[in-house]
């Protein structure tokens, strides 16, 4: 049985501290932020309860027991369905790739009073914190939101470590930026000589917990996300069920911890993506006209490595974010200009040898576990960026373009430009219905999403404040 023990503050050190525990195996995750007097509000108090609740899933995944055990932590029944969902589609690929069923999993917790209403809450300046983790997609955001309100960065690193990936475009912002510093429990990094259960946990979740909590201690009314309408989509379907990487990243996640926001008693910042209804290519074409960064972004998977040893300051120019990256980013930037972005490492399009690479991007091969966009934009992508004349001799693009083209479900030009507009404002468009998608596969439709909670259709509607649109 995998238990939640208890959480504590240490307001002069700014620590939050949160202990579970597994068939008598003790583990503590620390969480570092500013410290301060805000530390004993109730909000922050209530916000720590969230961290508290979501980063069990680091744990509880060490032998993904059938049963929880919350401990003293009453949940009310909207904490309770969320923090399931959170646990089964959160740990989906988990599952998936360690051959477990989840779906008994039971969560046993003294149910909370409902809190009393809420009274009405003064207007709030706009004072943003967007968590930036050095992509395209928070890059973006980040210039739409600073015209709309004060702006600051949100970074979680490891003690005493940081991402040059992150740092770089993070310094070209100009940008204040709240940090927090997030410290797992020392055994998670033996997971094998102890015997643990490894894989995925839907760490955007964890971190969205923590903005919430960080934006409380730095008096900030919102935190807006930059997950766009593909996240949704699941990666592949596995006995009657999606399993999706970015289940923390999709619609569904984001609507679900709303709800739980909106239930506290202490009001809590809003949360929402800013990209909701926006593709990959919508975002590429934005972000390729934003010059600026295209020297010190990295979307790399090997930038991200934990092992500072094993951590390139450089694209490596094969992993299949590079190759996403570069495919997403073609139809916008002269051939040149990528391969100076790629650099020493080259451009991925300019490999043969990453055919199968891309193939599986376009939907003709196991759509790989990252944060890559969804099959029918990157279709459009290599078909639109095949027409660039400095792409005419790009032998493997012309190859991929040339399949595409002959496959009955490619996008059409109407097709490609309904992604360059907000999803969903286009009969036809609606998030599900790009070409590729099969039925049944349809964001937004998880088991436990309810109707109207489709990708970009939160409760009937993308919801983005009024200031923030």
Same mark, same amino acid.
């Given at each position: ?41 109730? $909000?922050?108090?209530?916000? $720590? ?250 979307? %790399? ?69 990252? %944060? ?12 639109? $960026? ?18 595409? $083209? ?64």
């Amino acid at each position: 049985m995998f238990r939640y023990g208890a959480w504590t503050v240490d307001a002069e050190r700014g620590v939050l501290s949160c202990g579970y525990s597994l068939d008598g195996r003790e583990f503590t995750e620390r969480v570092q932020l500013a410290p301060g007097q805000r530390w004993q509000t109730e $909000a922050a108090r209530a916000a $720590a309860r969230l961290v508290f609740l979501l980063a069990g899933v680091s744990y509880y995944k060490t032998a993904a027991p059938p049963v929880i055990d919350l401990g003293p932590t009453a949940l009310s029944s909207t904490e309770l369905a969320f923090l399931r969902e959170f646990y089964l589609q959160g740990l989906g690929e988990f599952a998936y790739r360690n051959d477990l069923d989840l779906t008994p999993l039971r969560i046993e917790a003294r149910r909370a009073d409902a809190p009393a209403p809420r009274s009405a809450e003064p207007e709030a300046s706009q004072r943003a914190l967007v968590p930036f983790g050095g992509g395209i997609d928070s890059i973006v955001v980040v210039e739409r939101v600073r015209r709309l309100a004060d702006t600051a960065l949100f970074v979680v690193s490891r003690p005493a470590d940081r991402f040059a990936a992150i740092e770089e475009p993070a310094a070209v912002t100009g940008l204040p930026v709240v940090r927090a510093e997030r410290e797992i429990d020392p055994q998670l990094l033996r997971s094998a000589e102890l015997g643990f259960l490894n894989g995925h946990v839907p760490v955007t979740g964890i971190l969205s917990a923590i903005a919430i909590l960080a934006a409380v201690l730095d008096d900030r009314d919102a935190v807006v996300m930059s997950n766009e309408w593909s996240a949704s989509v699941p990666t592949l379907q596995y006995q009657g069920r999606p399993v999706n990487h970015q289940y923390s990243k999709s619609a569904g996640f984001e609507a679900a911890f709303r709800g739980v926001l909106a239930g506290t008693q202490a009001p809590l910042p809003e949360y929402f993506s800013w990209l909701r209804d926006r593709t990959e290519l919508w975002v590429g074409q934005e972000f390729a006209a934003l010059g600026p960064y295209h020297g010190s972004f990295r979307s %790399c998977n090997k930038a991200f490595y934990a092992e500072r040893a094993r951590r390139l300051d450089h694209w490596c120019g094969e992993c299949d974010k590079c190759c996403f990256i570069d495919l997403i980013l073609a139809p916008f930037l002269p051939a040149e200009a990528l391969r100076r972005i790629f650099g020493q490492a080259g451009e991925p399009l300019d490999k043969p040898g990453l055919a199968g690479k891309f193939r599986a991007l376009l939907g003709a091969g196991a759509k790989p576990f990252e %944060c890559v966009g969804e099959v029918s934009e990157c279709r459009a992508a290599v078909l639109m $960026a095949a027409r660039r004349d400095d792409r005419a001799g790009g032998r493997l693009l012309q190859e991929l373009a040339a399949e595409v $083209a002959g496959w009955p479900d490619a996008p059409s030009a109407a097709d490609a430009a309904a992604m360059l507009r907000p999803a969903g404002n286009e009969p036809g468009n609606e998030p599900g219905n790009e070409p590729g998608n099969e039925p049944g596969n349809e964001p937004g439709n998880e088991p436990g999403n309810e109707p109207g909670n489709e990708p970009g259709n939160e409760q009937g509607e993308n919801f983005i404040p009024a200031g923030y649109r």
